[in-house]
């Protein structure tokens, strides 16, 4: 894989931000080259698309599973310390970009299913990767309950009525 597309890596960074392609980019040969693949489809709208790319599940990995939960059944922790946010890719500057495009992508999609529609068909539990499943069956609306006590501020669940808050939760993405 031709890393010649680094040179682009300001248009590209740019072009999420914006929201559309730039023309500077018409030469990278994005379908070669995942990661550039990942990042058009973020920036045309493909986030469903995005978000069940083989670089998007394994960035969205889950570890330590069999410590999900507590005895009682509760969650264990954040939700964030169960996201390592590394995978291995040649470089990483690669890797910079997949977690930047991921979090593009999380982000339009809680934005899109609460407010812009259309809905999504996606859930967020199919599109975390599960190395080993855990002791209790993880589901969207413990993932949800968990995101939103950990996004509260000063005792208030700002996001209660929001669907997949956990898409817009730093274990996932950067808070908005």
């Known amino acids: 894989m031709s890393n010649e597309w680094i040179s682009h890596l300001p248009d590209l960074e740019w072009s999420l ?4 392609w730039r023309p500077s980019l018409d ?8 990661v550039l693949n990942l990042v058009r489809n973020v920036i045309d709208g ?10 998007a599940r394994q960035l969205l990995t889950l570890n330590h599973t069999s410590s999900l939960f507590t005895p009682d059944g509760t969650f264990n922790g954040r939700l964030d310390s169960y996201f390592p946010l ?14 930047l495009a991921v979090a593009v992508a999380c982000l339009h999609a809680f934005l ?3 407010w812009t529609g259309p809905d999504l068909d996606i859930t967020t539990v199919d599109i975390l990767t599960l190395p080993s499943p855990p002791l209790a069956p993880l589901t969207n609306e413990i993932l949800s309950a968990q995101a939103i006590v950990e996004l509260a501020t000063g005792g208030e669940p700002a996001y209660h009525l929001a669907k997949l808050p956990e ?3 730093g274990g996932i993405s950067e808070p908005i």
């Open 167 to 169: 898409l817009d939760h």
């Open 27 to 34: 030469s990278v040969d994005h379908g070669s080259v995942p």
């Open 86 to 99: 590394k995978f291995d890719v040649h470089d990483d500057t690669t890797a910079e970009l997949v977690r």
């Open 112 to 114: 899109q299913v609460n």
């Open 46 to 55: 493909n986030i469903k698309t995005a978000l069940e790319s083989d670089l």
């Open 17 to 20: 931000i914006e929201g559309k």
